[in-house]
Every structure is written in structure tokens, then in C-alpha cells.
């Protein structure tokens, strides 16, 4: 908890409907208390205002129950995946170069490759085949 004391990993988000399509949000991830805080941006000439959405909180997933329930971790937000908290339904389009870096030097397995390859694509870079790819990529640069 120390080591992540004030590490966020923000991610780009849009609002999965057919009516909101212009409708922008920043999530951030905190790591230190596993909490999600939304915010939705200010876009001019759009009748919508921005500011805080979801005020921070540990999202369960679907499907989850009360006595056993089962939240979102920095693993489950692959860009172009969509998770649901609270009814509402997003889909992650971006995020930032630092959650590459901080996820690509977790361990191998703590997090999907998927998930990293994702980001990856998204930023330009090759994905990987596996961690030990990593390494080499990470030596060439």
C-alpha cells in the first residue's frame, strides 16, 4: 500500500450508447486503495458539464454478489474492452504511457498479456509474444 501511495493509472473512457457517443470520461485507478474514480470532460458546445461522475469507489463487477464480491482490477481495462459500474456501461479507449510502464514492470501473470498488448497497439508499439519479449524490447530502446 505504501509502495503505491500516490500512483493512478488513468484511462480514457467513452459511454457505451447510441445517444452519448460525444460524451467523454477520465477514470482513475488508484493503486494504494483499489479505487475507481470517474470524471467527465468538459466539452464545449455540448450542453454537458463536467466534473466528477463516480466519486471514488471499489467497482464490483458484474455478476458479482454481496458476499462474494469480485472487483476490477488494473488488469481488466484493455482498451476497447467495456466494463459496467453502476448500471452504466463504458468502453476504454485510451490511456496513459505510464499504465504501459507500470503494468509492463509487474511480474510476469499479475497481469493478462492481453491486456498489455492492447495498450501497446493503442500507442504505436509491437505487441508482445510473451514477458521475455519484453525484456528484449525493453533493451532495444
Not at 9 to 35: C, G, P, V, W
Not at 47 to 74: C, E, H, M, Q, W
Not at 108 to 133: A, C, Q, W, Y
Amino acid at each position: 500500500m505504501l509502495e503505491n501511495m500516490n500512483k493512478n493509472l488513468r484511462y480514457e473512457l467513452r459511454l457505451d450508447t447510441a445517444h452519448a457517443q460525444n460524451r467523454k470520461f477520465i477514470m482513475s485507478y488508484n493503486l494504494s486503495r483499489d479505487t475507481v474514480t470517474i470524471y467527465e470532460k468538459a466539452q464545449r458546445n455540448s450542453g454537458v458539464i463536467g466534473g466528477k461522475f463516480l466519486n471514488s469507489i471499489r467497482a464490483t463487477k458484474p455478476g458479482s454478489t454481496v458476499d462474494s464480491p469480485v472487483f476490477y482490477t488494473p488488469g481488466d481495462f484493455l482498451v476497447g474492452s467495456k466494463i459496467e459500474v453502476f448500471g452504466h456501461r463504458f468502453v476504454v479507449v485510451d490511456c496513459d504511457v505510464y499504465v504501459l510502464k507500470y503494468l509492463q514492470s509487474l511480474s510476469e501473470g499479475s497481469v493478462p498479456l492481453e491486456t498489455i498488448n492492447s495498450i501497446r497497439v493503442k500507442h504505436n508499439k509491437k505487441p508482445l509474444d510473451n514477458f521475455e519479449t519484453y525484456q528484449e524490447d525493453e533493451e532495444e530502446e
